[in-house]
């Protein structure tokens, strides 16, 4: 009997909660969408995106409001253009937009959505999540990765320091240096080995082979919003992507053959790939496979190894137009820290104006400009909008950072607002949603914390260093940005160095 009552009473509750839920969906479906451009038959508003879409996007958010919505081919996109509706979004329905949209131009990149930036939210990308937390890029982690990082930088700054000493100096191409760098780093904390043993040709088809890909990843593919006409590759952005999966993919299988062939010199110094290996299974029996190991691997040296150069090389961009911003950092680096000495990463707490620099850059330049999309599996209201089930979400980041509500002289360089006054205490850390570089809620940039730290620690230590100068032939510096997931400038910085401190600090 009482087995009965409670059967019944289980029916009821479930018949209530589907008719609260229905009535909720119908309340939602009589909301407008939010605002935006009409568009046109079949490919709706991708016409108008164009091939700056975070400035297009920007300008149309001033005309149709800081919440919008497109139509871009068989779906929709709505944007968040500002502090207030990305947090609605991120932070308000953070799990109901935990997900990430499918699209075939990424098919191969993602190997087959197996990888863990474009995983959807659940089991397997938390396991994949709380390995890397745990292993690579958590604080005890990066902690106990600091003696690499610090060897690195060192070799970098050697090869500057050699340039800097041949009679008529050669002009420092800040990138290249610094994607070698990143990407021997990761190398060496995923599988124990530098990737390349100099910077030269063969890291510099690495890097363009990243850089490109990263270039056409952030291509608004057709065949992504209109699939009918996926095969026709209209933009040829599918062949593009697998050309460039495969020659990254070929190095990746590479590296990870003498991995294995090595297992037994790492016996009781395992790196990421072996605590990884022996930790794919957690208990509740979720489990990653060779596919989605070799992927994380893919993810880690392409997030990793373009991002913070980016964000270095404008910073030191910025720099050079300003000399007064160069200086008073160097100032406060000479104060703190001398000049018989390198720049350390336990340095950095006391260098206030060279974190100033770093939040400054981030928020001008940011190296994702639009946040990698998000996308809704149910209907839901946003800020009184109705937002239909399968819309994609994309966060203006570069917009947020310019916003003039915001942001006093938005389009100006200006490190001190982070020192005083109304911006003093926003920190880039997915919290103050007026700076979220690296997004926010549960999707937020599993390697924030990595991140900041390489920009703060490399543009501290190359700019307490040395002194820099443009070369001669350069009378302005060219700013123009180069579209893609990552925004790096369209023409590389280049220029001279020569040393400010002792010799013995190089070493």
Not at 228 to 251: E, F, N, S, T
Not at 297 to 311: K, L, P, Q, R
Request: proline share 6%.
């Amino acid at each position: 009997m009482a087995l009965d009552i409670v059967l019944v009473a289980g029916i009821l509750l479930s018949v209530l909660v589907h008719l609260l839920l229905r009535r909720r969906l119908q309340s939602i479906r009589r909301l407008p969408l939010p605002p935006g451009p009409a568009g046109i038959p079949i490919l709706g508003s991708l016409p108008q995106i164009g091939p700056m879409p975070h400035a297009s996007l920007a300008s149309l958010a001033v005309r149709y409001g800081p919440i919008m919505y497109l139509k871009m081919g068989t779906g929709g996109v709505v944007v968040a253009s500002s502090a207030s509706s990305a947090s609605s979004f991120l932070k308000g329905l953070d799990l109901q937009f935990a997900n990430r949209p499918f699209a075939i131009s990424r098919k191969d990149v993602t190997y087959d959505c197996q990888n863990f930036v474009f995983a959807n939210y659940g089991p397997r990308w938390k396991l994949f999540r709380k390995l890397c937390n745990l292993h690579f890029l958590g604080s005890k982690a990066l902690a106990d990765w600091a003696p690499i990082r610090r060897d690195e930088i060192g070799r970098v700054l050697r090869s500057m320091l050699e340039s800097s000493r041949n009679s008529r100096p050669v002009a420092v191409a800040v990138s290249e240096a610094l994607v070698c760098a990143n990407a021997n780093i990761i190398g060496q904390v995923l599988l124990s080995r530098r990737v390349f043993e100099s910077q030269g040709e063969e890291s510099n088809q690495f890097k363009d082979a990243i850089t490109e890909l990263l270039t056409w990843s952030g291509k608004f593919n057709i065949g992504d919003f209109v699939p009918a006409i996926a095969w026709m590759d209209v933009q040829g952005v599918q062949r593009h992507m697998r050309q460039l999966h495969i020659k990254i993919d070929a190095l990746i299988t590479a590296l990870l053959a003498e991995h294995e062939a090595t297992a037994h010199e790492r016996k009781g110094r395992p790196d990421v790939v072996d605590l990884v290996m022996a930790n794919r299974v957690d208990a509740d029996g979720v489990s990653l496979s060779d596919v989605n190991i070799k992927a994380f691997i893919s993810d880690m040296f392409i997030a990793g190894t373009d991002t913070s150069s980016v964000i270095i090389e404008w910073a030191l961009a910025e720099m050079l137009r300003k000399p007064t911003i160069l200086q008073r950092a160097q100032d406060e680096m000479d104060r703190v820290i001398g000049k018989t000495r390198r720049l350390e990463e336990s340095d950095i707490p006391n260098l206030p104006f060279l974190r100033a620099i770093s939040k400054e850059v981030l928020r001008l330049h940011p190296s994702t400009p639009l946040s990698l999309p998000h996308y809704t599996p149910e209907a839901c209201e946003v800020d009184g909008y109705y937002i239909p089930k399968g819309t994609r979400l994309l966060v203006n980041i570069w917009a947020i950072g310019r916003d003039p509500n915001v942001w006093e002289d938005p389009l100006e360089f200006k490190p001190e607002r982070f020192l005083s006054g109304r911006n003093a205490n926003i920190e880039p850390l997915g919290h103050d949603f007026e700076l979220i570089p690296f997004g926010a809620g549960r999707r937020i940039c599993v390697g924030m914390h990595a991140g900041l730290l390489m920009v703060q620690y490399v543009l501290g230590t190359l700019v307490h260093s040395f002194n820099w100068k443009l070369v001669d032939d350069i009378q302005v510096l060219d700013m123009e940005e180069k579209f893609g997931l990552v925004l790096p400038k369209k023409v590389s910085l280049k220029a001279i160095v020569s040393p400010r401190l002792v010799g013995s600090a190089y070493m």
